[in-house]
Nanobody, 124 residues
């Protein structure tokens, strides 16, 4: 089971840090991805990180603002979100898979395990 947490309501320009934890699994054995889904839109890729953290990829619309990381000792992955914009408002999900993906390969169908989302709302 994966669990995303850390969402909330923040003003534009603010920051949030999302966390993804795993129960019943060792997250360090999996690559982790973050996705988001806004109302009426498809779920879209945000960021991905490999098992050891040595490979990272971002969607173009978050580059320079979001940072994905992981602490395998804590069985947790993170998404630090800075300079948030109203268009970042969405339900954010973390996902895990044995294999790391990047670029166009990071679709929802790549990941085998998903957590419940955490809501991020950015006010203007």
């Amino acid at each position: 089971q994966l669990q995303a947490s850390g969402g909330g309501l923040v003003q534009a320009g603010g920051s949030l840090r999302l966390s993804c934890t795993a129960s019943g699994r060792t997250l360090s054995s999996y690559a982790v991805g973050w996705f988001r889904q806004a109302p009426g839109k498809e779920r879209e890729f945000v960021a991905a990180i490999s098992l050891g953290g040595g490979s990272i990829d971002y969607a173009d619309f978050v580059k320079g603002r979001f940072t994905i990381s992981r602490d395998n000792a804590k069985n947790t992955a993170y998404l630090q979100m800075n300079s948030l914009k109203p268009e970042d408002t969405a339900l954010y999900y973390c996902a895990a898979d044995l294999d790391y993906c990047s670029g166009d390969g990071c679709s929802t169908s790549w990941y085998d395990y998903w957590g419940q989302g955490t809501q991020v709302t950015v006010s203007s």
